[in-house]
């Protein structure tokens, strides 16, 4: 019912920025709380960041003061502003959005990878 597509990424180097979109399309009225993960090989999928309808947000300790999180409603689309950005931030960043009529269901963007060089 919903698709989300992220956008964004590429290679920059340390110290450098990148802003990440996702749009998401669909029956999108049914989205809740939305948020961005991210993969690196050999590690674990991690939360970097969830933001509400309201426009409340959470962080991962390891990305505060450096990424901002926010959502335009009426665009269906989430961003990520990305700071002060280092080589570990290196990963496949994913979208998320999580179906507010059905527990604990959730829709997955394809990822978008984000390379940060030395």
């Known amino acids: 019912q919903v698709q989300l597509a992220e956008s964004g990424g590429g290679l920059v180097q340390a110290g450098g920025s990148l802003r990440l979109s996702c749009v998401a399309s669909?029956?999108?009225?049914?989205?809740?709380?939305m948020g961005w993960y991210r993969q690196a090989p050999g590690k674990q999928r991690e939360l970097v960041a969830a933001?509400?309808?309201?426009?409340?947000?959470d962080y991962a300790d390891s990305v505060k003061g450096r990424f901002t999180i926010s959502r335009d409603n009426a665009k269906n689309t989430m961003y990520l502003q990305m700071d002060s950005l280092t080589p570990e931030d290196t990963a496949v960043y994913y979208c998320k959005a999580e179906d507010r009529f059905v527990t604990k269901y959730a829709y997955w963007g394809q990822g978008t990878q984000v390379t940060v060089s030395s």
């Open positions: 669909g029956d999108t009225f049914i989205i809740n709380v």
């Open positions: 933001i509400a309808r309201s426009g409340v947000a």
